[in-house]
């Protein structure tokens, strides 16, 4: 049974840290991009999940995550030149799923750049396998679509994928992008050049941190790479069109 966009409340907390519900339809998603977790995660011993707070360079703060799995979607949105803005556990949404009433906190909600709000949910591949958590999330894909915000299920990174973008992060802290010219280090690369000619370009011109420069033009979208396979000195780099 489609659930019907005036049935469902949402309850949040704003960066202010009030707690407001109201009916789905009048929730702007900015607000929910920039308040605060609706709970905290728990903390006990012999827990089985790793959770923690992940420094975010698109927030400029922390955001909380509950397991490995959730810490590497956020690696990998933190990096997507795509994603204006991240919140975790931005909402909890409550209502009529048939005769049964749904109580459920989507795990992160994202802000892309060109206005798509999409709500994300992080599950391992096994657990999508249980008819109740099927239902479940159906029922969220439901919810969201009806208030014109994309719903996606992920399940993981790939691995190789992901080591790369976390090599790459080491030029993302505000200490060390503030002191690397990265649109110079783009121009350098013009017509496309490996990983290696551009340090070489690089180290002679004097820069005391070449490979760090083409780090810091990677993560801020400028330059291009297959991330698929491991970053090398052989690796093909390319300026991206602005």
């Known amino acids: 049974m489609p659930v019907a966009t005036g049935e469902v409340q949402v309850t949040y907390v704003t960066g202010p840290g009030d707690d407001v519900t ?4 009048k929730v702007d998603a900015r607000q929910l991009a920039e308040g605060s977790p609706v709970r905290e995660f728990p903390v ?3 827990r089985r999940n790793y959770s923690g707070y992940f420094w975010s360079s698109t927030m400029s703060r922390h955001v909380v995550y509950e397991s490995l799995l959730e810490l590497s979607w956020l690696w990998l949105a933190d990096f ?3 994603v204006a803005r991240i919140a975790a556990q931005p909402m909890r949404l409550r209502g009529r799923d048939g005769d ?5 906190i989507p795990d992160f909600i994202s802000l892309l750049r060109d206005g ?3 709500v994300v949910d992080v599950k391992p591949a096994a657990m999508l396998a249980t008819d109740e958590v099927e239902a479940s999330l159906a029922w969220t894909r439901g919810v969201c679509r009806s208030r014109g915000w994309e719903y996606e299920i992920w399940t993981g990174p790939d691995p190789t994928t992901l080591r790369n973008v976390q090599w790459i992060a080491a030029a993302r802290q505000p200490h060390m992008s503030a002191s690397l010219d990265a649109r110079a280090t783009t121009v350098k690369a013009s017509g496309g050049c490996t990983f290696g000619e551009l340090e070489a370009r690089l180290r002679a011109e004097g820069r005391a941190a070449p490979r760090l420069e ?10 291009t790479c297959d991330l698929s396979v491991p970053l090398c000195s052989q690796s093909w780099l390319e300026p991206v069109d602005e």
């Open 22 to 25: 109201a009916g789905i339809s």
């Open 44 to 46: 006990y011993v012999g």
């Open 214 to 223: 083409i780090l810091g033009a990677i993560w801020r979208g400028l330059l």
């Open 100 to 104: 049964r009433v749904r109580n459920r």
């Open 80 to 82: 997507d030149p795509a």
């Open 116 to 118: 798509t709000v999409r």
